[in-house]
């Protein structure tokens, strides 16, 4: 069966320092790989999607960045974090339009 | 991009039905109609799907109007674990795997 996990759970990071948060997914091959952002309880805000490997595409400008170094793992960083980069961010995967598997979540607190 | 359209919140009373709509007039004809909810402090789950047909499965019922550009989630019998908000997609596959939410509805169901 297939399984996605997100990490870290929670952190809490300083204005300006790194961001690195990770996500795999066991059980699929190729699977489109998707970084939400939700930043008030309400609202997904797509960050990041891949279809492939090395293949990002970005949907709002920011100071985040995504990577897919393998099929089945898909990073998100930060050089410098800023305070409005605080939020809940979701690791998905998919296949094609088929059903959409959430990972667990990341709380981000910018301090 | 195909849109979805859902009010932002509805009031259900406990063991009653609850019926949640969404408009989606710019679907396309091999757009599925999904629908994901999402409890607090979780990343969404998958409830159900349809393309052209009535579906049903032990979480809900959707009813797609024969035009398809609407369609209803139907809880038959509203529980206090049902609220949560709910969203209505529909994964593209023109969209290069693109997968966009909306707002969503959030469900509070009183007892």
């Known amino acids: 069966s297939q399984t996605i996990h997100q990490w870290p759970a929670t952190l809490v990071q300083p204005v300006g320092s790194p961001l690195s948060l990770e996500c795999t997914v066991e059980g699929t091959s190729n699977p489109n790989l998707y970084w939400y952002r939700q930043a008030a309880g309400r609202g997904l805000q797509l960050l990041f999607y891949s279809v492939g490997i090395g293949q990002i595409s970005s949907e709002v400008p920011q100071n985040l960045s995504a990577s897919r170094p393998q099929d089945r793992q898909f990073i998100l960083s930060s050089k410098k974090l800023l305070l409005s980069d605080s939020g809940f961010y979701l690791c998905?995967?998919?296949?094609?339009?088929?059903?959409?598997?959430f990972g667990e979540g990341s709380w981000l607190t910018v301090v | 991009d195909a849109k979805t359209t859902q009010p932002n919140s509805m009031e259900s009373n406990e063991e009653e039905p609850v019926h949640l709509p969404c408009n989606h007039s710019?679907?396309?004809?091999?757009?599925?109609i999904h629908w994901y909810r999402q409890l607090p402090s979780q990343g969404p789950e998958y409830v159900i799907h349809?393309?052209?047909s009535n579906v049903n499965n032990r979480m809900a019922s959707l009813a797609i109007a024969e035009d398809r550009k609407s369609s209803t989630l139907i809880l038959h019998r509203a529980t206090l674990r049902d609220a949560a908000v709910y969203y209505c997609i529909l994964p593209s596959y023109n969209q290069g795997g693109k997968l966009i939410f909306g707002q969503g509805t959030e469900l509070s169901v009183k007892p």
């Open positions: 349809g393309l052209t």
């Open positions: 710019t679907i396309s004809g091999t757009d599925y």
């Open positions: 998905a995967w998919s296949l094609s339009g088929n059903t959409i598997y």
